[in-house]
């Protein structure tokens, strides 16, 4: 039997997000219609997540988030509120399997930098206190490779890429910061950039590099925004191949990426999609170094109501220990239930169940 662990990411843990009750998106529309003003949106948000967070405890995780229930987007709510970065409405949204997304992205518009009165900092003060010492108050953020993504970088302002870089690398820095001196011990970092690089055509891409120029610049740029981080600060990286009201935007395993990010990346745990075919295998976790990274499985998918066969989960669990022990496995869904505020298609009830039956399973497997 494998120990409890103390430290995060949590035998059963989840990605972030959680889907936005009826009362917030009715509030929202409130707001923008001028109904209510943002003091009261904001006490509505409030009085929800403080119901989540008691949900959350009471299905058994360690750590919980606020749903990202503040947030329109997971990523953009984010990114545009640092310096040089702003939001706007593009011509199109981004293609998905089945859909075309809002449109709705971010630009840089000047030298970039952490901006210290980011919003975001401000809002896991309050959560944090919310949770007080029940759980763990775990914090998302875009990584800081969301800001390669095609259409963002302007090159006007940043003609040199390396430039661009190290100044994304030094904002995060500041970042990681901010959140670390609000309480912050648990930070994870969401990744569809790097997982569309091993997609067999790269999305999102317009700087005519190659993918193993690419590779290597995610990396550099992880790392560099990681190096020096405090020691009780548990930084994880979710790889996420989009989650859009149930679609998907891109299929590739984890191979391209492996012998690299895998091998060498320095987080304190990977949040990985395994929750269907176009995820591949386990065989690229074996660049996984030994006593490195601990491995969240994302074989419970959040784009579904109906849960998984216990017997398959246990199953492809065993599988994954071939090539990461046991005792650095986690499990997970494989993303979280509204990246965006629309929402996956399942109810909250659903998503409840599913929750509370990865933290069973996970009983089950470690004991």
Not at 168 to 177: L, P, S, V
Request: negative net charge.
């Amino acid at each position: 039997m494998t120990k409890t662990l103390v430290k995060a990411p949590f035998r059963a843990d989840h990605v972030g997000s959680l889907l936005r009750p009826e009362v917030i998106h009715q509030a929202r529309k409130d707001f923008q219609t001028g109904a209510i003003s943002a003091h009261e949106l904001h006490d509505i948000e409030t009085e929800e997540i403080k119901k989540i967070v008691d949900k959350q405890i009471e299905i058994g995780l360690h750590a919980v988030t606020d749903g990202e229930f503040r947030r329109r987007f997971w990523h953009t709510d984010f990114l545009e509120h640092l310096n040089g970065v702003e939001g706007y409405v593009p011509n199109h949204g981004f293609k998905f399997k089945e859909e075309e997304t809002e449109r709705y992205d971010v630009r840089v518009i000047g030298k970039i930098s952490f901006n210290p009165e980011h919003p975001h900092v401000k809002d896991f003060i309050e959560f944090k206190e919310i949770v007080g010492d029940r759980a763990i108050a775990k914090q998302t953020i875009p990584s800081p490779n969301q800001l390669f993504n095609a259409g963002i970088r302007n090159k006007e302002i940043y003609p040199d890429l390396e430039e661009y870089a190290n100044d994304i690398i030094q904002t995060y820095r500041d970042a990681i910061k901010a959140f670390y001196e609000a309480g912050c011990r648990y930070l994870q970092l969401d990744d569809v950039y790097i997982a569309g690089l091993n997609a067999p055509e790269i999305p999102f891409n317009d700087s005519g590099s190659t993918r193993e120029e690419l590779i290597e610049l995610a990396l550099r740029v992880a790392n560099g925004v990681l190096e020096g981080k405090p020691e009780d600060l548990t930084i994880t990286t979710h790889l996420c191949r989009g989650n859009y009201r149930s679609n998907w935007a891109f299929e590739g395993s984890y191979a391209k990426i492996a012998p690299t990010l895998f091998a060498k990346e320095k987080v304190d745990g990977f949040f990985l999609e395994y929750d269907d075919d176009r995820s591949g295998d386990f065989t690229p976790l074996e660049y996984i170094p030994n006593n490195g990274p601990r491995v969240v499985l994302g074989v419970f998918t959040s784009k579904r109501g109906e849960l998984e066969s216990k017997e398959n989960i246990i199953a492809r669990v065993k599988e994954a220990s071939q090539f990461v022990p046991l005792e650095n496995l986690c499990i997970s869904p494989q993303c979280g239930f509204a990246s965006t505020h629309h929402g996956n298609i399942l109810t909250e009830e659903e998503q409840w169940a599913k929750l509370k039956y990865i933290v069973d399973i996970s009983k089950e497997i470690w004991g």
